[in-house]
């Protein structure tokens, strides 16, 4: 009798303890904390979205940023075509001998032992005005060696694509054999200056 009631007590004890295994078992799937898996995938995607979040970010930036400097409203067309005009009138004036050549006649009085050089100088450029041109007359020896200069200012303006007369009279070396004409020097004409020269 004691033997048989001590397999009982044991069938009774395994079968708790497999219930408990079942229930334990059941808990884990159910209702145990769980944890989310990521995959290769999602992983990818996630790190996309954030950096599509931080380009988004940095444009914004930068258009809040241009939005606070250009302030200014649009040029007008009138606006831009006086500022292109003013480009050109600066490039022009500050390169007058680009724009500027001259031709001339020479004769010789032989009663007073003068030379004389007449001619134009002749301004190509589009809106500048130049003036006190500075020409420069150089004596050359038969070895075409310069035995001296001397140079002539003609105090006129000289508008754009128009020319202006000079003319002046002088004396050369005895030894003198040719001459070399040139212009070397001009200045640029400030509208403002005779504006300023005026008021005062």
Known sequence: MSSGKSISWTKVLIGAAIGLFLIGLLYKIAGG???DQVTKEQAQADSLRQVLRQTQDSLQQAEAKNRKVNVSPAETPAQKEERLRNELWK???AKPLDFLSLDY????HWFWSEHEYKGQIHNSAS????MNMEVRVTFLSATRTALGSKVFTVYKYCAPNSSVDFKFVTKAPADYKYHQVELIRAVGYQPNEEAEFNEQ
């Open 127 to 130: 809106i500048a005005t130049f």
């Open 105 to 108: 006649d020479y004769s010789y």
């Open 33 to 35: 904390p769980r944890q």
């Open 91 to 93: 490039s022009e004036i």
